[in-house]
């Protein structure tokens, strides 16, 4: 099973890195990340800095803060 880390860098510049997502879905500007056992996590306001293949690396930038923008 091929699984990617995903890294979260906030517009505050924190960062997360998420291990083992398998899925993600795009709906208007709400990305959806899904894990093994866990509950989806949809993110608002982010979008695709780079994927990188080689490394199963997917790095999302959060595009500005507002009341709207981060994780539902």
Not at 12 to 23: F, G, I, M, P
Not at 40 to 68: S, W, Y
């Amino acid at each position: 099973m091929c699984q990617l880390r995903v890294r979260l860098v906030m517009s505050d510049r924190r960062e997360e890195l998420l291990d083992e997502v398998t899925s993600m879905t795009f709906d208007g500007d709400t990305i959806t990340l899904s894990r093994l056992f866990e509950p989806p996590r949809a993110l608002r306001g982010f979008e695709i800095k780079t994927v990188d293949c080689m490394h199963n690396l997917v790095h999302l930038v959060q595009r500005a803060v507002d009341h709207q923008a981060g994780e539902h």
